[in-house]
């Protein structure tokens, strides 16, 4: 009778354990394939997320670092100093350099009588006394122009005179201050090549350099 039949069907399923569906999929090698292919997928959603949540961070980090203002801020700074130098070159035909005047490229800082002869001080090196740089008095010695004694000094936004390569021999080939992989572009077509050390105020590590050129 159909009432005999109930409790031996329940029973099946009962030994079985599992769902006659579920054991039929995991005897079929394409159905279980697909559900690895599924989970591995997953997981490079997972991993692409995670990377891309890591890579906001680390943007966020190196922003609060030294800032998109502070960026434009230097930025501005160095354009306004390559100016400077343009105009003084444009002006005396050549370099704001002291005697005697180097033959070769030279790499120097933002101090001493060449920065008082941009900024209009040092009548040996700017007889005309044009004010070729103008920037804003530097607070704490940061982020501007000050005196030091004899010497003009103008610094970054963290307190760092600035890095500065110039063309003397006028060949318009600089060494490159900035290792490149495979040492790619070691001499670059430059007349001024000029740079902050950064927030971390290493000229040695790049990641947060600031540079004319880059
Ligand atoms: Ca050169
Ligand atoms: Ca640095």
Not at 37 to 42: I, T
Not at 107 to 112: I, N, V
Not at 157 to 180: A, C, F, H, M, Q
């Amino acid at each position: 009778m159909a009432a005999d039949d109930i409790p031996e069907k329940k029973a099946a399923v009962s030994v079985a354990g599992i769902n006659p569906d579920d054991h039929q999929k995991s005897q079929n090698p394409i159905l279980s394939g697909c559900a690895c292919l599924g989970k591995a997928m997953m997981m490079l959603m997972l991993v692409g997320f995670f990377l891309l949540v890591f890579s906001r961070l680390m943007e966020a980090y190196i922003a609060s670092d030294y800032g998109t203002e502070g960026y434009s801020k230097t930025r501005s700074a160095l354009m306004k100093i390559g100016n400077a130098i343009g105009s003084y070159q444009s002006e005396y035909k050549k370099f704001p350099l002291p005697d005697p005047y180097p033959k070769k490229d030279v790499s120097l800082r933002t101090e001493g009588a060449w920065m008082a002869a941009l900024v209009g001080t040092d009548i040996t090196l700017n007889p005309k006394g044009f004010k070729f740089l103008e920037m804003p008095a530097a607070e704490n010695g940061k982020s501007g122009v000050y005196q030091d004694k004899d010497e003009w000094v103008v610094t970054d936004l963290w307190g760092e005179k600035y890095y500065v390569v110039l063309d003397v021999d006028l060949d318009r080939i600089i060494s490159n201050p900035e290792p490149l992989p495979n040492d790619a572009g070691d001499e670059v077509n430059y007349s001024i090549m000029i740079y902050s050390s950064g927030a971390d105020r290493n000229p040695d590590t790049w990641g947060d350099n600031i540079g004319n050129w880059r």
